[in-house]
């Protein structure tokens, strides 16, 4: 049978009001979160990660915060820590991190941001400090440098505040494949901790070169774009998902489109973005129980493709 998100939300919780612990849906209890390993260090990372991208675009009124702040209260008490944002996402990483200093979680989540400007050097810095302060930070986890805008100089931005005990990671990013060949040379020749790409069944381009040069050069891999900004929810807008799977307790087409990614070997974390509470906790579910063979991921490209 088929679960929507907004159904798995109101069996868990009985009503539209806040979550408490003890209400949340039985896999968020009973089984921990898929970690893995960031390669160049070994530390391990819940698998299951919160994007803002646009979702997290919001004004100053509490009714605009409020789902939000859920949204990161319910990502931490349920195991979430990757929190990726930048400063070019609208008003994204300054609401987050106010609300993670409201909520007093700032220090328990990796917090990952983007240095994305054309400006220079200095102008790149000071997206750097204002990213520390917008999370009341001393350290930025990972920082990365945004669809490779100006990557030389804000890579070497980044390593130094690395070297400073101020950054803990360094990395590039992009969500276009018209940037594939440029971002293949960059992970050739720079020496980095991470890069973030779009990879989804919608957008498979990422596992031809640069998910096997990834895992080749000891990358830890970011996904972005899970949902093919929403698109795979429309290719199967109205139809079942299938019995098979529950092969790999999946409950919702949501879940089967990030458990595709999350078993590619080459896959670090996956950042999906939401402001519903509702999808969050549908995401984090995803996170949780067996992943598809190999097999079963050609199987569900089959599907998709012919959906298409």
């Given at each position: 049978?088929?679960?929507?998100?907004?159904?798995?939300?109101?069996?868990?919780?009985?009503?539209?009001?806040?979550?408490?612990?003890?209400?949340?849906?039985?896999?968020?209890?009973?089984?921990?979160?898929?970690?893995?390993?960031?390669?160049?260090?070994?530390?391990?990372?819940?698998?299951?990660?919160?994007?803002s991208a646009r979702t997290f675009n919001v004004g100053p009124s509490g009714e605009e915060r409020a789902p939000l702040k859920e949204v990161l209260r319910l990502f931490q008490e349920m195991g979430g820590r990757f929190f990726d944002t930048a400063p070019t996402y609208g008003t994204s990483e300054r609401i987050a991190g106010q609300l993670v200093q409201e909520l007093g979680i700032q220090n328990d989540l990796f917090f990952a941001t983007k240095i994305s400007t054309g400006g220079g050097r200095e102008a790149g810095i000071a997206q750097q400090e204002a990213s520390l302060q917008s999370w009341g930070r001393d350290t930025i986890d990972l920082n990365q440098v945004h669809n490779l805008r100006d990557v030389d100089t804000h890579l070497r931005t980044i390593r130094q505040a690395k070297e400073e005990g101020r950054t803990r990671y360094v990395g590039v990013t992009t969500s276009f494949a018209r940037q594939y060949q440029r971002m293949e040379q960059v992970l050739r020749i720079e020496e980095l901790d991470f890069v973030q790409l779009n990879y989804s069944l919608g957008e498979r381009e990422a596992a031809e070169r640069l998910l096997p040069l990834a895992q080749d050069r000891g990358l830890g891999v970011v996904v972005n774009e899970p949902y093919n900004v929403g698109r795979l929810f429309g290719a199967v807008r109205g139809r079942e998902l299938p019995d098979w799977a529950a092969e790999f307790d999946c409950r919702s087409w949501g879940q089967f489109f990030l458990k595709y990614i999350l078993a590619h070997p080459a896959v670090t974390v996956i950042i999906p973005a939401t402001s519903d509470p509702e999808h969050l906790v549908d995401n984090m579910g995803a996170g949780v129980g067996r992943l598809p063979d190999e097999r079963t991921r050609t199987r569900m490209e089959e599907l998709f493709d012919g959906l298409t």
């Open positions: 049978m088929k679960i929507s998100r907004r159904d798995m939300l109101k069996i868990s919780a009985g009503t539209g009001a806040a979550l408490l612990l003890s209400e949340l849906p039985a896999f968020a209890q009973d089984q921990p979160l898929l970690m893995r390993s960031i390669p160049s260090s070994g530390q391990e990372i819940p698998a299951l990660g919160l994007g």
